[in-house]
């Protein structure tokens, strides 16, 4: 019927039908970017696990491939798991992924191109050395899993990390190898923390503290302008953390620059729906690429009616927030914005405690928008003091002073669906005033069977900037926002019933007490991918 395919979205990444999981072997490589994705050809449910295969040459429009992989040896027999791709030095691509087996034991296995001369690399050949590495002892069989990419270290052997757990510590193993054939354990982890139980498709990357350009995963020498990532996406919460530290293959392990900020503990890539995400270096402009993927809200029965379920983020270049060192920054590929089509301009609004404004010429369910407020002059007056705000406590409706106030999108003309994106400013006790920034989903639909957490995180604003500011990409049944530049992403799933395409209209809104200034609404409506 009309709400569910209504769902459908117009130009985020998504298989023509059926069940779709995390991003697996992501690169560029002859003039494609190829995108694979955990897939269950039968139905909208997972199961029954192959690689599904993409190509594109802008990240935007993708032409689908057969099947990269499927199940057809006793070590993958039960399904061809996650992994990750390595263009080697001669240009060619290798694949290590995990296999479940016959008996469902996980191992990491290989796969090559049957013809690295085909730029689609169409088709893959499992070598016969596979298994490569089965569970080593003190790791379960079922706790070993899903490799990264490999990087070159100077003493020209090759390591991978892949993700376990001891007891319910999470950690990430490394092997290394001179051919990609044998393979040694290395004593140390890479890295572990204790109480975060399976550590799955863990990433590491350099990130520069200098410049905007990603760096190749190769690149570890030690280097006082260079930080690595590492990032586990845990399985006993399904959310993706990253911690900043240092690595050299001297040390053998990582160290991240601030305990406090160590995977579980820290910083989230998302604080909305997201998982199970990798990068990857792209060399045709120099930058890192973040896909990750994006479940369901709804209920197995809606995903089975609609026949298919979950989305890929926009890809999102990924770059080292240079003012702090110790967060990153991510931002839609400058591709999106080929999507661009007609735009409405708003400018100095004055929004009054309580204000509502319907956002003329922005309706429509595919919207990139972008939003700049006033940081208000927490100064001007004595304030009570506040108390803490969590987003899951009230969401939009929670009336305080600097806020709430932001964006309604995906919204009824009366209201009755809307989901709110919006900024919130709190006193702490010690006098700081902190800024969090929510996506309010409570109202998002009169449709039953949803999950309606509001999500949002407290945000670390430069004192510096007396702005902020909200980028928001709208497609049918998804948000992507990015926060001040990048500096925070939320991104949520919605399934309007009434405020669908013409019908979803945009509004701006301050639910504070005080007065809010809007600089600068601009909002783009989007063309089809
Ligand atoms: N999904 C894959 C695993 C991975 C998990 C199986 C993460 O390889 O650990 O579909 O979502």
Redesign the pocket.
């Given at each position: 019927d009309k709400f569910l395919s209504s769902q459908r979205t117009a130009f985020h990444f998504q298989p023509e039908k059926n069940w779709m999981?995390?991003p697996n072997g992501p690169m560029f490589y002859r003039g494609y970017y190829h995108f694979f994705y955990?897939y269950n050809p039968d139905a909208a449910v997972w199961g029954n696990?192959t690689w599904g295969h993409s190509v594109s040459t802008d990240l935007i429009h993708w032409h689908p491939l057969n099947l990269a992989m499927v199940p057809d040896q006793w070590y993958d027999a039960e399904?061809v798991?996650?992994g990750s791709a390595t263009v080697l030095p001669d240009g060619k691509p290798i694949i290590l992924y995990?296999g479940l087996s016959n008996e469902s034991v996980q191992s990491q296995n290989m796969a090559v191109p049957e013809d690295s001369f085909d730029p689609l690399l169409r088709k893959w050949v499992k070598v016969p050395q596979n298994p490569m590495l089965v569970p080593p002892p003190g790791i379960g069989y079922t706790d070993f899993?899903?490799p990264t990419t490999a990087w070159l270290e100077s003493d020209r052997l090759w390591r991978i990390a892949i993700g376990a757990k001891e007891g319910t510590t999470g950690l990430a193993l490394v092997y290394k190898t001179s051919d990609f054939l044998d393979w040694s354990l290395q004593s140390n982890f890479l890295h572990k923390v204790a109480g975060t139980g399976m550590w799955?498709?863990v990433d590491f990357y350099p990130v520069s503290l200098t410049g905007t350009n990603g760096m190749d995963t190769s690149k570890v020498e030690v280097d006082l302008l260079v930080k690595h990532v590492l990032k586990a996406?845990l399985y006993d919460n399904k959310h993706d953390y990253y911690t900043v530290g240092v690595y050299s293959g001297d040390f053998k392990t990582f160290i991240p620059d601030d305990p406090a900020k160590d995977i579980g503990l820290g910083l989230r890539y998302d604080y909305g729906k997201f998982?199970?995400s990798k990068t990857f270096y792209d060399p045709a402009q120099e930058r890192r690429i973040l896909w990750g993927w994006v479940n369901e809200s709804d209920s197995e029965l809606d995903d089975l009616k609609k026949g298919w379920a979950s989305v890929q983020t926009i890809p999102r270049t990924l770059i080292l927030d240079r003012h702090t060192g110790s967060n990153l920054l991510q931002w839609p590929v400058h591709e999106l914005e080929s999507l661009r089509g007609d735009k409405v301009v708003f400018q100095d609004k004055v929004l009054d405690g309580g204000a509502l404004v319907k956002v003329d010429g922005a309706s429509g369910a595919q919207l990139d928008i972008e939003v700049s407020f006033k940081y208000p002059d927490v100064h001007k007056l004595y304030l009570p003091e506040q108390k803490e705000y969590e987003c899951s406590q009230g969401g939009a409706t929670l009336r305080g002073v600097f806020g709430p106030f932001g964006l309604l999108v995906f919204a009824a003309d009366n209201l009755v669906e809307q989901t709110a994106v919006y900024f919130y400013l709190t006193l702490r006790p010690d006098g700081k005033w902190v800024t969090t920034v929510c996506s309010d989903q409570s109202r998002s639909s009169l449709a039953t069977g949803i999950d309606r957490t509001v999500y949002g995180t407290a945000i670390n604003k430069s004192p510096t900037e007396n702005f902020l500011s909200l980028r928001l990409i709208v497609d049918h049944s998804i948000v992507e926002t990015f926060v001040q530049q990048g500096i925070a992403c939320i991104t949520s799933r919605v399934y309007p019933t009434i405020a669908i395409d013409r019908d979803a209209h945009v509004f701006l809104f301050n639910n504070g007490s005080e007065s809010i200034t809007m600089q600068t609404l601009q909002v783009w409506q989007m063309s089809s991918a």
């Open positions: 999981n995390d955990q696990i399904g798991w996650s995990t899993r899903d799955e498709c996406s998982y199970a």
